[in-house]
């Protein structure tokens, strides 16, 4: 039995404001992060990518209010970044832990009132338009897959936006939105690293102060459900291409499973160079040339997917071998103990790694609807579990009604009829 780390999140609430922290006095940094309840995902189509241009104003803003703002960050010895995901903003900074004071001062700048001209206000948009390349995000297959997953659902929404709908944002609706950003219960700040207790009670009196409105409603992370989720036919959409694209995913019912079977069973077949699958189409039997995976996860639902780019006349023979490796796990033929231990020893390892630390703690404790981690405990609160459990879980899980193909590439060159017929193999 291993050793267990005692390590306590230590919970506020100032102002509305939840703060936490996870310290570790070993190290020389910290990591100090705010975490917004804003994106896509609580977005309209009128609005839509105007949780991202909020993302840059505030660093336009801040630079404004210091002049100077970036020499006196690295004078300091201070990363600063800013980055928006579908359900949620996330403002770090990194630093010395002697220099702790100052970034307080810099995330509490954060909740400013946004005091830019027009010109400045467009000059951002420009910048995100150079990011959005709207043709090329259209034609990409990760939009076709993304539309095909989470059609009619908050979910569907692109973080960028699109360039028409910037155009309407003004300085005045950027501000009517940080009004509604700000609000109690929408905020979260989190620390980890070595900071004194001193230090933290210093950050809880500036926030005491910050402009924080009262709130009507409190965001979640539930999506809508549309009537394909879990009903899916066998149905392989292709998009013409000359080069060679495969996304495969499958829904996730997330009410009924813990993260550690769902982060346990992505860990085993799909994440990083030992996965199974990456393993087996890159290293034992080369077949493709890149490859990327996602779990994406929300309250309610979620759906595990990978993609990769490969010959055409490989296509078949990769989706076989994906097939094959789906229903080894959901036969137990996998190392349990191994993968299991691997997750723990990930886990472990984050003390370390205050900016990792700070994404979990804060995503798996207070953002996301899950177990929550905890070092004090021998299985840090979430991996007391079985290898039956991650079984049924891939019984479940990978079936033709919870699964999406979709390919980039020549369609005259794919026969769609066979690799649907490859893939009905999954149910049997």
């Given at each position: 039995m291993k050793e267990i780390i005692f390590v306590t999140e230590r919970i506020y609430n100032v102002n509305g404001v939840k703060i936490c922290s996870l310290l570790n006095k070993n190290l020389n940094s910290f990591c100090l992060s705010l975490y917004i309840r804003a994106g896509s995902l609580f977005e309209n189509p009128s609005n839509n990518g105007i949780s991202h241009l909020f993302e840059h104003i505030v660093f336009r803003n801040l630079k404004n209010k210091y002049g100077n703002f970036y020499e006196l960050l690295a004078i300091h010895g201070i990363d600063f970044y800013g980055t928006t995901y579908k359900e949620f903003i996330r403002f770090t900074?990194?630093?010395?832990?002697?220099?702790?004071?100052?970034?307080?001062?810099?995330?509490?700048?954060?909740?400013?009132?946004?005091?830019?001209?027009?010109?400045?206000?467009?000059?951002?948009?420009?910048?995100?338009?150079?990011?959005?390349?709207?043709?090329?995000?259209?034609?990409?297959?990760?939009?076709?897959?993304?539309?095909?997953?989470?059609?009619?659902?908050?979910?569907?929404?692109?973080?960028?936006?699109?360039?028409?709908v910037l155009d309407s944002i003004s300085v005045?609706?950027?501000?009517?939105?940080?009004?509604?950003?700000?609000?109690?219960?929408?905020?979260?700040?989190?620390?980890?690293?070595?900071?004194?207790?001193?230090?933290?009670?210093?950050?809880?009196?500036?926030?005491?102060?910050?402009?924080?409105?009262?709130?009507?409603?409190?965001?979640?992370?539930?999506?809508?459900?549309?009537?394909?989720f879990f009903h899916r036919s066998c149905s392989v959409k292709v998009k013409d291409d000359y080069w060679h694209y495969v996304q495969m995913g499958f829904d996730v019912d997330c009410s009924k499973y813990s993260n550690a079977v769902l982060d346990l069973l992505y860990g085993i077949l799909f994440k990083d160079d030992k996965a199974l699958i990456h393993n087996y189409l890159s290293?034992?039997?080369?077949?493709?040339?890149?490859?990327?995976?996602?779990?994406?996860?929300?309250?309610?639902?979620?759906?595990?997917?990978?993609?990769?780019?490969?010959?055409?006349?490989?296509?078949?023979?990769?989706?076989?071998?994906?097939?094959?490796?789906?229903?080894?796990?959901?036969?137990?033929?996998?190392?349990?103990?191994?993968?299991?231990?691997?997750?723990?020893?990930?886990?472990?390892?984050?003390?370390?790694?205050?900016?990792?630390?700070?994404?979990?703690?804060?995503?798996?404790?207070?953002?996301?609807?899950?177990?929550?981690?905890?070092?004090?405990?021998e299985y840090y609160g979430r991996f007391k579990i079985t290898k039956q459990q991650v079984i049924d879980a891939a019984k479940e899980i990978f079936q033709v009604k919870n699964m999406t193909v979709a390919i980039k590439g020549n369609k005259k060159k794919i026969n769609v009829k066979h690799l649907e017929d490859i893939l009905k193999a999954l149910d049997n």
């Open positions: 900074l990194n630093g010395p832990c002697r220099e702790f004071d100052f970034a307080c001062e810099i995330l509490c700048g954060i909740f400013d009132y946004i005091k830019l001209s027009r010109n400045e206000i467009e000059n951002e948009k420009r910048r995100i338009k150079a990011e959005i390349r709207e043709k090329d995000e259209r034609a990409s297959l990760d939009c076709l897959f993304n539309r095909i997953v989470w059609k009619d659902s908050e979910a569907e929404k692109t973080v960028l936006g699109y360039c028409k005045k609706k950027i501000n009517c939105f940080r009004k509604e950003c700000f609000t109690q219960g929408n905020c979260l700040i989190y620390i980890t690293g070595n900071v004194n207790e001193k230090d933290i009670d210093i950050l809880k009196e500036r926030i005491s102060t910050a402009d924080i409105q009262k709130n009507k409603s409190v965001r979640n992370n539930t999506v809508s459900v549309n009537s394909d290293e034992e039997n080369p077949l493709i040339y890149s490859y990327d995976s996602t779990l994406e996860q929300y309250d309610n639902i979620g759906n595990i997917n990978f993609r990769f780019e490969i010959d055409k006349n490989k296509i078949n023979e990769a989706i076989t071998a994906v097939v094959r490796l789906l229903n080894d796990i959901k036969s137990g033929h996998f190392n349990f103990e191994a993968n299991l231990k691997a997750e723990i020893y990930y886990a472990e390892m984050e003390l370390d790694r205050p900016d990792d630390l700070n994404w979990s703690m804060a995503y798996y404790n207070h953002l996301l609807a899950a177990e929550p981690i905890d070092y004090t405990d």
